[in-house]
């Protein structure tokens, strides 16, 4: 199949969306190492490095699947369900516009500007499985969760003839295809997977707030690509979009502080920096489609809704460990829903009205939007995780998950044991390795007493 | 010869140290420790859980005197240690078998004063002289 942009007359490329579209993508791309430290500071030192990993890791992974094969996987020319493979390679994705997606930018710069969310909505999945999952087996999932959930799900909401998007289901930059499915998927891989061995036992603290907030901030920063980017030019759109963005992640942010002083008394920062995203995850899908206003009340909304989510998370002993659930699937459901109550075509007329403005047709699609996300993305990730269980071990080894996953799965330390502990070593060649006799491996390994 | 331990809040450090420098106690070692005592906990929340921690920062200093600096140690700690409070601390006072400085193989009493000892002490009561009395 030849490609629907080189069939067509050479539209004309805008330098100005160009550059917005461009600048975007080096925002989202920024978003990957910003929830790195977001999730990283959350974690306890041991496994600080590991956890930084798991997002960091996808930018490489995802980038180059998308490049072979994903992204004609998800905006290939196809059926209603998945694209087929025309695009291979980024075969025939070059200078000339593709009118279907950004009519003024070069095929090249969408398919760019759109790796980048490929890489970070697997990257969101991390923060459920910390501690204890085998980094080998992460990386393996997240090649085979994009290829198999992310893909066929950006073809449904977004691909010119998905299923979702004839129906008409409005996700402007990714509340179905990125949040709601990364945020079910976390909590299923984390009922997979089993708790960590110390939930419960002993308590589990963040081990570097400032990273958190570090992280938050530069989410917040990046979002502004990934949602008035969404527009995919620059204009009108891109603006209205880019004030949704900050009014709703101001409006969870002042809703989260509040929550936490009527409970404790207290406005925590962890509470804070996860207000923040849960703002930014809620007016994903609705940036492009909805007022200041609209904003607004879709922030302070689904600030509660992940607020109470996270209060009663502890109590289900599922390990969500960052609560990704609580934080994108909550927000990332909310959003979608306000989606189809507040938009308005006054706001952007390629959009449609939602509840308020007089259409409830839509709260039903964008219901359906979210029903066939969590579906997909549930058994996906079931199937997936089941299919790698039977072929490797997903979890840390019990020794390896007690003195943390930097050392066992990357042989480094985030923060090792200082200088005595650095001058107290002995160097040894490259690859030589350091092996007891045996007999002293026994006496060692043999419990006291015996 | 003995060895004092003296466990101190970390904000008393500052004090502590000039007074012990004051009474011309100046080889002294000290370390972050954590410990339980009498003191009420703190409760952190972090998102849905709350976390007490039973533990308080404290710094602990070493010093080993002869004789005749006991007592001028103890009296030079209680009176910048204190705040009155519950938590601020404990001393303990142990004998001590042998001391021998590494560097002339000196032992005892002729290893304990450290050789800048009396420079210290002078700038301790020269450059931050308590107010009373002036």
Redesign the interface.
Known sequence: MIPAGLLQAPAEVSSGDTAWLLLSAALVMLMVPGLALFYGGLVRGKSALNTLMMSLAMLGVVGVQWVLFGYSLAFGPGSPLVGFLSYWGLHGVGPVPNPAYAPTVPHLGFAMYQAMFAAITVALISGAVVERMRFGAYLAFGLLWTTLVYDPLAHWVWADGGWLHTLGALDFAGGTVVHISAGVSALVAAMVLGPRRSLGRT?I??HNVPFTLLGAGLLWFGWFGFNAGSALASGALAVSAFAATHIAAAGALTAWMLL?FAR?R?A?A??AA?GIVVGLVAITPAAGYVTPRGALVIGVLAACASYAA?????RTGVDDAL?VFACHGIAGISGALLTGVLATRVVNPAGADGLLAGNPHQLLVQLLAVGATVLLAATGTVVILGVLRAVMALRLPVPAEIDGADISEHGEEAYYGGDVAALAGRRIALGQSVSLPAAEVRRSAAPPGL | MKLITAIIRPDRLTEVKLALFRAGVTGISLSRVSGHGGESEIV??????S?VMEFHEKIRIEMVCSEPFVEPTIQAILSSARTGEVGDGKIFVQAIESVIRIRTGERDNAALTPVTADLVQRLARSESAPPEGA
């Open positions: 308590p603290i963040p936490d404790t207290r925590t962890v509470g996860t996270i209060l009663l998370r502890p609560d | 952190q929340q972090y998102r849905g859980e976390v």
